[in-house]
């Protein structure tokens, strides 16, 4: 019957919300993703059930299930309010661009080759001090780039110098650790901003905690490279690519690393919503 199909479709979809849950763990979503690859029919009828709800299938597949992204008038977009209560209070224009320089800095790390976001077997790793190396380096390398162009006076960029470059002294003036009184990672550091994101992509389903090492180290998962494959046909940023700072040996990146705008445009692990 229609009914019990439009209900079946409903159902890989709510499956595909469940942000930490694969295929692998629940026979019915199992069931389910395979009816959506076998037959084209229930594809279309998924599809159909997503849209009226305002998602978009970014993919579907047996590793990562269904993957999901909102449409930006959908009731299950993650808005820049919603990312702020989940990562402490980070309402601030200043703090959604260090997040943003976060988020984006993690996705271009952990798929630094665009044959890593085609490769189903690919699992990327990244650190929490690994990310924050990644940035500084691009700070280092514009501010380089800046020396010869402002006077002696200055001490910001030109109004109207790309993004990117009116960013990096913010990240580059906070502190990288710092410390509380009983030795907690300072919050507002950079490391404690990272950290902060790569939570937020493990509550999303995108990354899973590894190690304590390097300020905490992560594994990505199917999901995240589905959304990260998004993500760079979206392009989120030139200009840090433009700098070379890599790494892996043929020079090139994944994805742009920064939003055109002074706040997270997307985050990806937010089911691919907008923030």
């Known amino acids: 019957m229609l009914r019990d199909q439009v209900t079946d479709a409903a159902r890989l979809v709510a499956f595909g919300l469940r942000q930490r849950l694969v295929p692998a763990r629940d ?27 305002g998602i978009v299938v970014l993919d579907v597949c047996d590793r990562a299930g269904l993957v999901p992204a909102a449409a930006e008038d959908s009731a299950f977009a993650v808005r820049m309010s919603d990312y702020a209560r989940r990562t402490s209070g980070e309402h601030r224009v200043p703090e959604r661009l260090l997040h943003a320089v976060a988020q984006l800095a993690v996705a271009a790390l952990a798929f630094p080759r665009p044959a890593d976001l085609t490769d189903d077997s690919y699992i990327g790793r990244v650190s929490v001090e690994g990310v924050d190396a990644f940035v500084r380096e691009a700070c280092r390398r514009l501010d380089e780039k800046l020396a010869g162009t402002m006077h002696d006076n200055d001490t910001d960029p030109p109004a109207d110098a790309p993004k990117l470059e009116r960013a990096w002294r913010l990240y580059a003036r906070r502190t990288a650790t710092g410390a509380t009184r009983d030795a907690r990672r300072l919050a507002g550091s950079t490391t404690g901003i990272i950290a902060r994101a790569m939570g937020f992509l493990v509550e999303s389903g995108c990354l899973v905690a590894i190690s304590d090492e390097h300020g905490g180290t992560y594994r990505t998962t199917p999901r995240y490279q589905v959304q990260v494959r998004e993500l760079a046909a979206d392009a989120a940023l030139e200009e840090l690519l433009a700098l070379g700072v890599m790494t892996v040996s043929d020079g090139r990146g994944a994805v742009r690393v920064l939003s055109d705008t002074p706040e997270l445009t997307r985050v990806a692990g937010a089911g691919g919503a907008d923030v």
């Not at 019915?28 to 959506?36: C, I, S």
């Open 27 to 53: 026979a019915d979503y199992a069931e389910l993703v395979r009816r959506y690859l076998a037959e084209p029919g229930f594809a279309e009828l998924t599809g159909a059930v997503a849209a009226g709800l």
